[in-house]
């Protein structure tokens, strides 16, 4: 037999997990992904964009993708400057 997470989170809550991915964005339920839609982890996004752009010079922005329905962090896309220098 079979005793995985669904497996326990069935037993202490008697249901059965319909899913274990989100229909929206098809992620993992249980992933403790960032959200959007949650302050402190928009922050946490925020800071994460803020470092990358301080690191790295040929990145010009990042555009933070995320599901339109629930608001989880999809990914983070670098926008890189257009510039000669970047192929040096
Ligand atoms: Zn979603």
Redesign the pocket.
């Known amino acids: 037999m079979k005793l995985d997470r669904s497996y326990f989170k069935e037993k202490h809550t008697g249901k059965k997990p319909e899913s274990q991915y989100?229909i929206?964005?098809n992620?993992l339920v249980d992933r403790d992904i960032l959200n959007k839609n949650n302050k402190d982890d928009y922050e946490l996004m925020e800071g994460y964009c803020e470092a990358s752009l301080q690191q790295h010079t040929a990145i010009d922005h990042i555009k933070i993708e995320c599901?339109?329905?629930?608001?989880?962090l999809i990914k983070y896309v670098s926008v890189l400057t257009q510039t000669r220098d970047n192929w040096k």
């Open positions: 989100t929206c964005c992620q599901c339109e329905e629930c608001g989880r």
